[in-house]
């Protein structure tokens, strides 16, 4: 079972299993944000899959569709980090509450569920991993609450001999340094699956996914991945904003390759218990990621960067990917623009089947942000 399975990283996942001869049920809610008030699952999601009209939030439809699973992949979730600083309840009650039914109905209830995967992010860190070249250190510092209009000083410094930090490789035994309420939720799913998982001898497998994009994800959203966004606005010729100065980085992974960790967490024993990052390993900044996006999409625009601060925004985050590589023999597949030559022939067919119609929401989104103070 995939719950959120309707979703853009869920359908992908379902694809890839129904090739390798699995049956698959999705669970999903269609959330309007997602699904845009559809009561169907979307066209892309295969009509291979049995497919559930289900909230996991609702512990009657959950009991009932678990009942000849053996492998649940917990994906369902309200999505969006901005967004969730001002929709507490929300974020609280899918995120966490769902995933916390989800478990009271798995060591409650009747099922033969053997193997449990949750998506969780790389947002519960916070800030990435610095290198001090002078200290010869590693610092962890905590994310940026406030950048005053005057120093707009982006960069971190070491707190010893306050040197300019490099960005260094994340690795999953730093700390969490959750600084919004969707990075608490996404904690609070792994601690949960985490604790019942082992308690319950239930095998469970937390994958701390990096900045995903690929086909299928959610356009109109104003609050998912930073590629749909800038596509948005790309094709709608407005120019895609860019907050700070552009040189942030992220280190951003195609949906074929997170697919790929989601099936070996499945496969291999070795992901018992264990919590991975799945990303590339590479890290892009986010103005490279306009320009190539505007070349890509033949536009001849350039982003509007802001200078502005987005409250809770990381400077440069990377995964490292050594402990995913090393257990469960995880390589990715797909470098940025392999992975962006996937996306565009989709962005661009979706734009010409909706009459050059896709609702640019990031001017809308921006100003709701700068109403409620967090710009
Ligand atoms: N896309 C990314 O960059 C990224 C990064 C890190 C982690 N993740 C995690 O991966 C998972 C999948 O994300 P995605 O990008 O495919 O998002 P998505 O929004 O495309 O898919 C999520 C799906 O969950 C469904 N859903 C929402 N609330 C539900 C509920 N109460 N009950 C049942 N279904 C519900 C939605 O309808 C949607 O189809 C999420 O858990 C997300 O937190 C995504
Ligand atoms: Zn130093």
Redesign the pocket.
Known sequence: MI?????????HLADFLLHKGHEIIV?????P???HGRNLPPDYLSKQVKFIH????NSEQLAESLQDIDVVY??????GVAQSMYQVQKFID??SH?TANLLDVLINKPNHVKKLIV?????IYGEGSYNCPTCKKIVNPKVRQFVTEKTKDWEYSCPICQNKLIPFPTRENKPADCSTV?ALS?KE?EDLCMMIGKTYGLNTTVL??????GS???LS?PY??VCAIFSTALLSNNRPIVYEDGNQSRDLIHVKDIVQALNLSMERSESKHEIFNVGTGKSVSISEVATILSNALGKKIHPEISYKFRSGDVRHICADISKISEKLGFKPQYSFSEGISELIPWIKEKFILNGGNIVDNSVKAKLELEKKGLI
């Not at 669970?27 to 959330?31: H, M, R, V, Y």
């Not at 701390?208 to 994009?213: K, L, N, W």
Request: hydrophobic content about 35%; cysteine-free; charged content about 15%.
């Open positions: 719950t959120g399975g309707a979703g853009f990283i869920g359908s669970f999903d809610s269609l959330d944000q997602v699904h289900g909230d996991v939030r917990h994906l369902a979730a309200a999505v899918v995120n769902g998506a969780s992010s790389m947002s969707y996404k799913q701390r996914f990096f900045g995903t994009y299928r994800q959610a959203n998912t991945g």
